[in-house]
């Protein structure tokens, strides 16, 4: 079983819409929890961390998470063609600072 | 954020060569740096953790005799493949990892071909 699953897409959006991307774990030892963005060609950026249960939001980004569910979600709102990449979630392992990723979710937005 | 560079940011080499990636953490000090492998369309494959001052951890399956890290200090950790073959050709990309929540900054990629 995979530590950290996505749905891979393609997922397609219109510009000015609401991006979901979900993500679980299998881990229940995991902590801390992390979106990264990644356009093609290019290194990981980090956009959001969460660490307790509930919604965290920054900009236009929210992130979600359930730990009862083992579950992680991002919300993109009014999103742009900008935003159109690979998404990936990834948590820790316990109490190691090292992360699994998904595999990731691949978003176009389309204008 | 922390903020990381590679270099070079990409290279080819000749089968056989051994080629040497920097990462730089250039903002605080990492006392942990880990360093990935990324093929196209694949998933981020974690390949070490470089400790300061310490040998490196490598995860099974990764050759730690090709694949030569060494982190002499808190701001530099070096990936040295050895003896590069086509197969190797890759997307190689290090993290620093920074304050208590573990959080991973990447540095920006160094692409290798071997030819």
């Known amino acids: 079983q995979k530590e950290v699953e996505q749905n891979s897409g393609p997922l397609s959006v219109p510009e000015g819409a609401i991006a979901s991307l979900n993500c679980t774990y299998s881990?229940?030892?995991?902590?801390?929890f992390f979106w990264y963005r990644q356009y093609s060609g290019k290194s990981p950026e980090l956009i959001m961390s969460i660490y307790s249960n509930g919604d965290k939001e920054d900009g236009r980004f929210t992130a979600q998470l359930n730990k009862a569910s083992q579950y992680v979600s991002l919300l993109i709102r009014d999103s742009q063609p900008s935003d159109s990449a690979t998404y990936l979630c990834?948590?820790?392992?316990?109490?190691?600072?090292?992360?699994?990723f998904g595999k990731g979710t691949k978003l176009t937005v389309n204008p | 954020g922390a903020v990381v560079s590679q270099h070079p940011s990409w290279v080819i080499c000749k089968s056989g060569t051994s080629v040497k990636i920097e990462c730089r953490s250039l903002?605080?000090?990492?006392?942990?740096m880990f360093w990935y492998r990324q093929f196209p369309k694949k998933s981020l494959m974690l390949m070490a953790t470089s400790n300061e001052g310490s040998k490196a951890t490598y995860e099974q399956g990764v050759e730690k005799d090709k694949f030569l890290i060494n982190h002499a200090s808190l701001t530099l950790s070096t990936l040295t493949v050895t003896s590069a073959h086509p197969e190797d050709s890759s997307f190689y990309i290090c993290?620093?990892?920074?304050?208590?929540?573990?959080?991973?900054?990447f540095g920006p990629g160094t692409r290798l071909t071997v030819l």
């Open positions: 881990d229940r030892g995991s902590q801390s």
């Open positions: 903002d605080f000090q990492a006392t942990t």
């Open positions: 993290s620093s990892a920074g304050g208590s929540n573990h959080e991973q900054f």
């Open positions: 990834a948590s820790t392992r316990g109490g190691s600072e090292k992360l699994v």
